[in-house]
């Protein structure tokens, strides 16, 4: 009966843990950096730049780009190249996103890198 139990509680705790997962892995941010002066949408398999500052917004969005993502337990870090740079997305925690926590990072051919914080919100 306890070893039941404790099976039964095992595989509650796994559902309830895969599936948080699975949720965090699904949701889109807007993000942005305000040192860049640059915004983004973070979805699951691409990631889409924008002028935060167009006087129209839905022509600023540029063609979405795909991505290489690694999840970690509660948050992810998108990996991207554009016109030879890396970009290097970070979230922390995807429940709770904060500037602290939450970085791009910019690296040239040349080895050069840059770290802009990010404020992210959940769409």
Not at 56 to 67: L, M, T
Request: charged share 20%; net charge positive; with cysteine.
């Amino acid at each position: 009966m306890k070893k039941n139990l404790s099976n039964i509680l095992f595989i509650l705790m796994t559902f309830l843990g895969v599936s948080n997962t699975y949720a965090s892995k699904n949701k889109e941010y807007t993000c942005f950096t305000p040192r860049y002066s640059r915004a983004f949408v973070v979805k699951k398999n691409t990631i889409a730049f924008f002028d935060p500052y167009s006087q129209i917004k839905s022509r600023g969005i540029a063609s979405a780009i795909p991505v290489r993502t690694r999840y970690a337990k509660k948050g992810f870090t998108k990996i991207l190249f554009i016109s030879g740079t890396k970009h290097t997305i970070h979230i922390n925690n995807v429940n709770a996103p904060n500037e602290l926590d939450d970085y791009l990072i910019m690296r040239g051919k040349k080895g050069h890198e840059v770290t802009y914080p990010i404020n992210c919100q959940m769409i």
